[in-house]
């Protein structure tokens, strides 16, 4: 697979652990070709009530229409339904 998702465990993806509130980071690289792992990631973050936010690092020179726009509704329905602030950073 070209496409490249990797979450970072609980102990490097915490953000100021010691209060209890976490961040989860979601990585994004390579072409972005399907969006079903990217969207079981999410939704594994939106049920932890522990995660207060989501970030989404993405590395990709883009890629198919398709998983994109699945991609796109994953993370509006989570910011949609749980309020939970969602981070999107491009490198």
Do not use: C, H, W
Request: aromatic letters at 8%.
């Amino acid at each position: 697979s070209l496409v490249y998702f990797a979450v970072k465990n609980d102990r490097k993806s915490d953000f100021a652990s010691g209060f209890g509130d976490k961040m989860a980071v979601v990585e994004l690289e390579g072409v972005i070709l399907d969006a079903k792992e990217f969207a079981k990631q999410l939704k594994k973050y939106d049920d932890d009530s522990s995660i207060k936010a989501i970030i989404i690092r993405i590395e990709s020179p883009g890629g198919g229409a398709a998983a994109s726009q699945e991609m796109y509704q994953a993370v509006k329905r989570i910011r949609d339904k749980k309020k939970k602030p969602i981070i999107t950073g491009i490198m």
